[in-house]
T-cell receptor, first 113, second 111 residues
Framework: ETGVTQSPTHLIKTRGQQVTLRCSSQ?????VSWYQQALGQGPQFIFQ???????GRGNFPPRFSGLQFPNYSSELNVNALELDDSALYLC????????????FGQGTRLTVV | QKEVEQDPGPLSVPEGAIVSLNCTYS??????FMWYRQYSRKGPELLMY????GNKEDGRFTAQVDKSSKYISLFIRDSQPSDSATYLC???????????FGAGTRLFVKA
C-alpha cells in the first residue's frame, strides 16, 4: 500500500450538484496530481499542484478546480456535475513536479445520477 | 489519433510464459516512459520508468523504449497468476508534469 489516501472511497451525487474529493499525499511529497479514469480507459490528467500552486492542467473545463494545502494534501472540486463525470478519481503524489515516480491512492468512485 | 495507443486485450497466457505488452506514442517530445500495474478496484502502481531510449530491467520485468519508432514495451518473464491485472503504459513531456496514459491492457495468467 502507498501512503496516499483518498476520501471518500465511494460517492453518489445528483446531476447539477457539487462534490469535493480529498487526498493526503505521501510523507515527503510536495506534488499532487489528479486524474479521471472512466471505465475501461486509462487515467486522464486533470491538473497538478506543486507547493500549493497549480502547475499544469489537462483538457478539463473550469468547473474542475483544486487546492493544495500547506501540508501538501489536496482537494478536487467539481461543480455542476454531469452524468459523464461518473468515473474513478485518482490522486497521485510525487516528490517533484516530474511525476515520473508517482504513487497513487486507491481512488474515489463517483457516480452521478 | 490518441497520443498513446495501447491494445486493450484481453491477453491470456499460461503460467510461466513470457508476456510482451506494447504501446506506441505520437509525440517525439515525450522523454519519460512509465509502466503501471492496476489491480481491480485499486489505484495504479508504478512498475518502472525510463528516460529516453534503452532498456531497463527489474527482476522479472524489462522495459524497452525505441524512440526512433515511438514504441515502448514491457516484458514479463516467468509470468505468475498474481501478475493478472491491467497494465498501463504512460509517457510524460520534458517537464514531466503531464502524464498521458494508454487505455491499458488486461492480462490474465492462467495457473
Amino acid at each position: 500500500e502507498t501512503g496516499v489516501t483518498q476520501s471518500p472511497t465511494h460517492l453518489i451525487k445528483t446531476r447539477g450538484q457539487q462534490v469535493t474529493l480529498r487526498c493526503s499525499s505521501q510523507s515527503g511529497h510536495n506534488t499532487v496530481s489528479w486524474y479521471q479514469q472512466a471505465l475501461g480507459q486509462g487515467p486522464q490528467f486533470i491538473f497538478q499542484y506543486y507547493r500549493e500552486e497549480e502547475n499544469g492542467r489537462g483538457n478539463f473545463p473550469p468547473r474542475f478546480s483544486g487546492l493544495q494545502f500547506p501540508n501538501y494534501s489536496s482537494e478536487l472540486n467539481v461543480n455542476a456535475l454531469e452524468l459523464d463525470d461518473s468515473a474513478l478519481y485518482l490522486c497521485a503524489s510525487s516528490f517533484d513536479r516530474r511525476n515520473t515516480e508517482a504513487f497513487f491512492g486507491q481512488g474515489t468512485r463517483l457516480t452521478v445520477v | 489519433q490518441k497520443e498513446v495507443e495501447q491494445d486493450p486485450g484481453p491477453l491470456s497466457v499460461p503460467e510461466g510464459a513470457i508476456v510482451s505488452l506494447n504501446c506506441t506514442y505520437s509525440n517525439s517530445a515525450f522523454q519519460y516512459f512509465m509502466w503501471y500495474r492496476q489491480y481491480s478496484r485499486k489505484g495504479p502502481e508504478l512498475l518502472m520508468y525510463t528516460y529516453s531510449s534503452g532498456n531497463k530491467e527489474d527482476g522479472r520485468f524489462t522495459a524497452q523504449v525505441d524512440k526512433s519508432s515511438k514504441y515502448i514495451s514491457l516484458f514479463i518473464r516467468d509470468s505468475q497468476p498474481s501478475d493478472s491485472a491491467t497494465y498501463l503504459c504512460a509517457t510524460a513531456n520534458t517537464g514531466g508534469f503531464k502524464t498521458i496514459f494508454g487505455a491499458g491492457t488486461r492480462l490474465f495468467v492462467k495457473a
